[in-house]
């Protein structure tokens, strides 16, 4: 990858901060900017804490870790994304939030910046549209905990060149991830499949089928899932459920599609999971305990 060097991450919260540890162990410099300057130094120390539990379990060397770190550059405003030569934004999924980041970057990014959105469930089409170069614009979607889940899901919009697309392609391969190319449909593909089922347990839940544990209960011992659904969708985040339920929704035209209204009423309460120590769980507790 001789021609990317410099990449930058806007967004430092739970995916920003996995790609930019990705990234820097992969042996990119890496500019990490946030809105909220606090939570770069947050996503520093969580970056720090998981590169060390990599070098605990004896994946990576404690020389490696260290170099990693240092890669990582704070970024206290969008100017400094200068130098970047592919820059992914992973803020939240909000149309409108991304758009702003995007017109932002237009008189800072030099012309062959490769523009990349980390969105799971927007269109890379019409993100594109509202940038300056739609044909350098492309969907890189990484699944979380990014340092740990193998696969990024590619997204070409209308306008996306053949040159991003096998940059970002080499790119991501460089990263040591697999790829799955999906299409510019709403949710493209794992969350397309992912979500819908946990709308569907937040269902079965808000009509009495079963109870927190006993859903969970069921698809991990049922189904061998690793993670019960509802344990799930407070690790994903309810507000992110529900906007890509939302997307799914609106995009598809479907009513199979319709976000659970208890899902609805949690995101109005502000029970978004465990960012905020309650969702389906309450986290203040340990163990967790459930909340219904």
């Given amino acids: 990858m001789t021609n990317i060097k410099t990449v930058g991450v806007v967004g430092a919260g739970q995916m920003g901060n996995g790609i930019a540890h990705v990234c820097a162990l992969a042996g990119y410099d890496v500019l990490l900017h946030d809105a909220d300057t606090a939570r770069i130094d947050a996503a520093l120390g969580t970056i720090g804490k998981n590169l060390g539990r990599q070098v605990h379990r004896e994946t990576i060397s404690q020389a490696d870790a260290d170099t990693a770190l240092k890669r990582i550059k704070p970024a206290a405003s969008l100017k400094e994304f200068g130098a970047a030569d592919f820059v992914i934004e992973s803020i939240v999924e909000q149309d409108d939030a991304k758009k702003k980041v995007f017109a932002d970057l237009r008189s800072v990014l030099k012309p062959e910046a490769i523009l990349a959105s980390n969105t799971s469930s927007i269109s890379i089409t019409r993100l594109a549209a509202t940038t300056d170069r739609p044909d350098k ?3 890189v979607h990484f699944m979380n905990p990014a340092p740990v889940m193998e696969l990024v899901e590619i997204i070409r919009g209308l306008a996306t060149s053949q040159e991003t697309y096998d940059t970002s392609i080499a790119f991501v391969n460089s990263l040591g991830k697999n790829i799955a190319n999906a299409e510019d449909f709403p949710a493209f593909i794992v969350n397309r499949v992912l979500v819908p089922m946990i709308n569907e ?9 079963g109870s927190v544990e006993a859903i969970d209960k069921s698809m991990r011992l049922g189904a061998h899932h690793p993670m019960g659904p509802l344990e799930l969708a407070d690790f994903i985040g309810l507000d992110t459920c529900l906007s890509i339920m939302q997307v799914l929704y609106e995009g598809l035209a479907d009513s ?23 969702g389906f769980y309450d986290y203040r507790t340990d163990p967790p305990t459930p909340t219904r």
Avoid: D, H, N, S
């Fill in 256 to 278: 199979k599609y319709r976000p659970c209204p208890l899902l609805v009423k949690y995101v109005e309460a502000g029970w978004l999971g465990r960012k905020t120590q309650r």
């Fill in 201 to 209: 347990a937040i269902y079965t839940l808000y009509e009495g089928v």
């Fill in 137 to 139: 614009f492309i969907g």
